[in-house]
């Protein structure tokens, strides 16, 4: 059985830092490109970043610069890590597993906020 589990979502400040976990079983998680969604109250879901199997990432522009995403394969997780955090960057945050399929986490929410 598939799973994928994010963590770490919470409230910060505007300017401040929070870093997403994702990890995933079930899976061999070192042939998955794994990336990070987000979903912000009455929008569609919009891509935030990418790290393929072989660690090459693209960033969505909105993101670029202030974002990081990495993955740990011994430990079957991605990280996304967000600094300079913006009121717009206040969303769910979904982490998604692609390959041969695609499985989604249900997500953990971020909220910028003073």
């Known amino acids: 059985q598939v799973q994928v589990v994010e963590s770490g979502g919470g409230l910060v400040q505007p300017g401040g830092s929070l870093r997403l976990s994702c990890t995933a079983s079930?899976?061999?998680?070192?042939?998955?490109?794994m990336s990070w969604y987000r979903q912000a109250p009455g929008k569609q879901r919009e891509f935030v970043a990418t790290?393929?199997?072989?660690?090459?990432?693209n960033y969505a522009d909105s993101v670029k610069g202030r974002f990081i995403i990495s993955r740990d394969n011994a430990k079957n997780t991605v990280y996304l890590q967000m600094n300079s955090l913006k009121p717009e960057d206040t969303a769910v945050y979904y982490c998604?597993?692609?390959?041969?399929?695609?499985?989604w986490g249900q997500g953990t929410q971020v909220t910028v906020s003073s």
């Open positions: 079930g899976i061999i998680f070192n042939t998955y490109a």
């Open positions: 998604n597993a692609t390959f041969a399929r695609v499985y």
């Open positions: 790290i393929t199997s072989g660690g090459t990432t």
